[in-house]
């Protein structure tokens, strides 16, 4: 009989769901945005298994376009949006759906990165979307490149890199993902009521690095930045409470 091996991540998806009696995965019923369920620093929360594309903007915002400084899709991120965008943005979601969808705080970002909050610098394009070779030979960031090549120069197609252990995409690269709060993630707190007052703050996090960060940016997986920061390569992940998901059940 032959024995196959589950992938890392269904196997964490299924202790996740074993451990919490919750399903590993969820779904959006309205718009299709896809999740795992982790297990946080103060409970149980649905990750977005990728970064917030450019297609999911318009057709939550009803516009024909989307924040994009770089490559242009449906199948790409959002970025470019400073904190103020990302809240409009959450805003008419909930409007919309009914779900009290956030951003992550930086711990609950952590606890979705597992134990990969640093590059794999063996062959880091395996895994995230940096600054490389591919990148070097178009850009000119002034910062040191992994010697390596992916073939994207600018952002990728979300779910071009393989996922992590819990089987999210692109939490290191690609996009640089806002936090909810200001911490370094070492804080422990998380959780919606503890989003809702960071989100008041007038600095917050950002995590994973984006495709024009290279090794010396990527000793650090978290940067606080002030709100009105916006930049090409600065996008956002959902997260929900798991038990905002099942509190009808």
């Known amino acids: 009989m032959k024995k196959f091996l589950l992938p890392a991540f269904l196997m964490a998806s299924l202790c996740a769901e074993a451990s ?25 929360v649905y990750v977005g298994v990728h970064e917030v594309t450019q297609g999911q903007w318009k057709k939550v915002m009803g516009k024909n376009s989307a924040p994009a400084m ?26 919309k759906s009914g779900a009290e969808y956030r951003l992550p705080s930086a711990a609950e970002w952590k606890a979705a990165s597992g134990a990969e909050t640093r590059v794999n610098n063996e062959n880091p394009c395996l895994d995230a979307n ?16 992994y010697a390596c090549e992916d073939t994207h120069a600018y952002t990728a197609p979300v779910g071009s890199f393989r996922p992590n252990a819990l089987g999210l995409h692109d939490m290191l690269g690609n996009v640089a993902e806002w936090c909810c709060d200001a911490s370094d993630g070492e804080n422990g707190m998380g959780g919606s009521e503890y989003c809702e007052e960071a ?37 956002f992940r959902l997260v929900i409470d798991a038990e905002d998901v099942h509190k009808t059940d």
Do not use: C
């Open 20 to 44: 919490s009696g919750l399903p590993a995965e969820y779904r959006d019923p309205v718009y299709g945005f896809e999740f795992r369920l982790v297990h946080g620093p103060k409970g149980h």
């Open 199 to 235: 989100a008041r703050h007038k600095e917050h996090g950002t995590a994973g690095g984006s495709f024009s960060d290279g090794p010396e940016e990527m000793e650090k997986t978290i940067h606080i930045k002030s709100n009105d920061t916006k930049f090409g390569g600065l996008g």
């Open 70 to 95: 770089f490559r242009k899709g449906n199948d790409y991120p959002v970025e470019n949006v400073n904190f103020a965008d990302v809240q409009k943005f959450l805003d008419k979601l909930e409007e």
């Open 130 to 145: 940096l600054y490389d070779v591919s990148s070097m030979k178009i850009n000119s960031f002034g910062n040191r490149h």
